[in-house]
């Protein structure tokens, strides 16, 4: 069973930046497309970026142009660095297989908080 840690957040003033970590448990990482979401308190959890086994990256509309997603093979670990952050970005975030119609992975990590606040 694949699990995953999730860390980096943290509470940033608007217009901050964080870059968030996934580790993942898997001899074969390098096969699965990855995904981080978000879950802000009363919303569903929403996609926000996600990345081919190859690199190829996919972005949320709100977040084009602020956020990066990318990843290390090498280190089983896949990234999300967040520039220009607004309060709407506050939320909880973790990472699963992408998309989740058919690569979600069994269970969720514990994810990582983000709070954009001043």
């Known amino acids: 069973q694949v699990q995953v840690v999730e860390s980096g957040g943290g509470l940033v003033q608007p217009g901050g930046s964080l870059r968030l970590s996934c580790a993942v448990s898997?001899?074969?990482?390098?096969?699965?497309?990855m995904g981080w979401y978000r879950q802000a308190p009363g919303k569903q959890r929403e996609l926000v970026a996600g990345i081919t086994r190859t690199g190829g990256a996919n972005y949320a509309d709100s977040v084009k142009g602020r956020f990066t997603i990318s990843r290390d093979n090498a280190k089983n670990t896949v990234y999300l660095q967040m520039s220009s952050l607004e309060p709407e970005d506050t939320a909880v975030y973790y990472c699963?297989?992408?998309?989740?119609?058919?690569?979600?992975?069994?269970?969720w990590g514990q994810g990582t908080q983000v709070t954009v606040s001043s």
């Open positions: 699963n297989g992408w998309p989740l119609a058919t690569d979600k992975f069994t269970s």
């Open positions: 898997s001899a074969i990482f390098s096969v699965y497309n």
